[in-house]
Nanobody
């Protein structure tokens, strides 16, 4: 099983970045994919998630209407389009995969619950 993030970098406030999470080694359609971030000195937090089987999505309040999560079945990839970036979005961003089980996306994302696999992360830095 492998999850590989890419697309991080340095951007000015108000700018955009598009992160990708390439998945392999498991049944992509049967999993939920989530994005999390961890800022320096802080705990890892959920950002957004998508259920690949029906494209249901969830966003935490701080990124609603700024971030968009989507998937590409052909490439087994989940992307996170990040617009109107703020300095407080600066963090290492991780993607994770969890089996599509009994928990709803909000529970899985907000409480970092029931995730089976994690990527190594990609750094996003937003300058003011």
């Amino acid at each position: 099983v492998q999850l590989v993030e890419s697309g991080g970098g340095l951007v000015q406030a108000g700018g955009s970045l598009r992160l990708s999470c390439a998945a392999s080694g498991f049944g992509f359609h049967e999993f939920v994919i989530g994005w999390f971030h961890q800022a320096p000195g802080k705990e890892r937090e959920g950002v957004a998630s998508i259920r690949n089987s029906d494209l249901t999505t969830y966003y935490v309040d701080s990124v609603k209407f700024r971030f968009t999560i989507s998937n590409d079945y052909d490439k087994n990839t989940v992307c996170l389009q990040m617009d109107s970036l703020k300095p407080e979005d600066t963090a290492v961003y991780y993607c994770a995969a969890g089996r599509d089980g009994p928990f709803d996306l909000e529970t899985m994302t907000r409480y970092s619950y029931d995730w089976n696999y994690w990527g190594g992360g990609t750094l996003v830095t937003v300058s003011s």
